[in-house]
Structure formats: C-alpha cells, structure tokens
C-alpha cells in the first residue's frame, strides 16, 4: 500500500498511538531524570525530540489526506471550539485573580509548587480547548447548515 | 449557496458514494455539498461540472442575484 493510498484515519491513529507513547516517554523520563547522567538526559530530549518530529509528519500526511470538506471542518471547529471556550477559562481566571480566598485549583497527585500550578493552568487550558474544538466538530458534521 | 447536487444525482440513479468516487472526495463531504454545510472550492466545482457536463450556473445557484 503507498503511503499516498493510507486513509486519513490511520495517520490520525498513528499520531494518537505517538502520542499515547510519547507521553509515556515523557512519564518515564521524569521519574529517572533527577537521577540521570547528562549523557542520559541528552539522549531523552533526543528521542523525545525525534518523536515529535515524528508526530509533525504524521499531521502533515494526515491533512494531505483529508479532503476539502473535512479542512474546512477543521479550520471551522479550531476557530470558534477554541475561541468560545476560552470563554469559561477566561472567567475561571478573573475569579481566580479577584477572588483569592478561593484557592488555586491543582492537578490531584501534584505537590503544591509554582511549577505544579503552572502545570494544572496548561492542562485546563489544553482540555477547556480540546473540548470547545470537539463539540464545534461534531456541530459541523452534524447539524450545521446554511 | 444552494445546489442541484441531490437532484442531479437522483437522475442518474447514483450513490453519495458513486459521486464522491466521481470528485475523488470522501462521502462525508458530497454530504456536506448536498445538505449546504460547505461550498466547494473552484477546483471542485469545476470537476462537479465536469462530472454531470453541465454548466456552473445550473448546478449551484447564486442566492445573491435570486
């Protein structure tokens, strides 16, 4: 099978299954690495580096795949999934800001530590925008209509 | 803009699937076309022409001058 004939799923498979084991690259690596040698840790950022070049060229064989359509569905839901949910984000931050009695929210698992605050905020972020692109992607295929 | 594309198709007896094989698209998007979710692109107008030899004009149709 040439590449050219691979449909679009499976690219997008592959780069979900990078992903899965990247992050369990990324896992592992932190565990080992306040023990690790400089040499160790130079070849983790290598492989970690590979991987997401990896994972660029998945994306990019998978969009050339899709057809015009399914683009524009992307494009569509990136836009306005993402920009409406960082409506709630938005507001979660105000209240965050304004009202401090409230406390930070925090990632279960992680140590109170600035560094681990600043994780939780980029995870809300990445769901709060992954949703909003989610639903804006079902809408499109499903009920949106001129 | 509205289209003929489910007509056109009916009088040909053919599948969504026959017709996207026909543009060398996916079904999902001669959907898409079908119901006005998408506008195609030059590109692809100019080979759905092509595909029921029939002019532009008569295939999609211009909502603005209607």
Avoid: C
């Amino acid at each position: 099978m040439t590449v050219s004939r691979i449909a679009p799923w499976r690219w997008l498979a592959a780069l979900f299954a990078l992903a899965v084991g990247l992050g369990g690259l990324l896992g592992v690596a932190s565990s080992v690495s306040r023990g690790a040698s400089l040499g160790a840790l130079a070849l983790m950022a290598l492989a970690t580096a590979g991987l997401t070049a990896l994972g660029v060229w998945l994306a990019v064989m998978y969009w050339r795949r899709l057809d015009e359509a399914a683009r524009e569905a992307h494009k569509w839901s990136w836009f306005w999934g993402g920009n409406i949910a960082l409506i709630p984000l938005l507001v979660g931050f105000f209240v965050l800001v304004e009202r401090p009695e409230f406390g930070a929210p925090l990632w279960p698992g992680l140590e109170a530590t600035p560094g681990n605050y600043v994780v939780t905020g980029g995870l809300a972020v990445a769901f709060a925008l992954m949703a909003g692109y989610g639903v804006a992607w079902l809408y499109w295929w499903l009920w949106k209509s001129r | 803009m509205k289209n003929r594309l489910k007509v056109l198709r009916a009088e040909r007896d053919w599948s969504q699937a026959d017709l996207a094989g026909a543009l060398g698209v996916s079904r999902q998007t001669v959907n898409a076309l079908e119901t006005g979710r998408y506008d195609p692109s030059l590109p692809l107008a100019f080979r759905i022409a092509r595909v029921f030899s029939l002019p532009i004009e008569s295939i999609f149709l211009d909502t603005e001058t209607t």
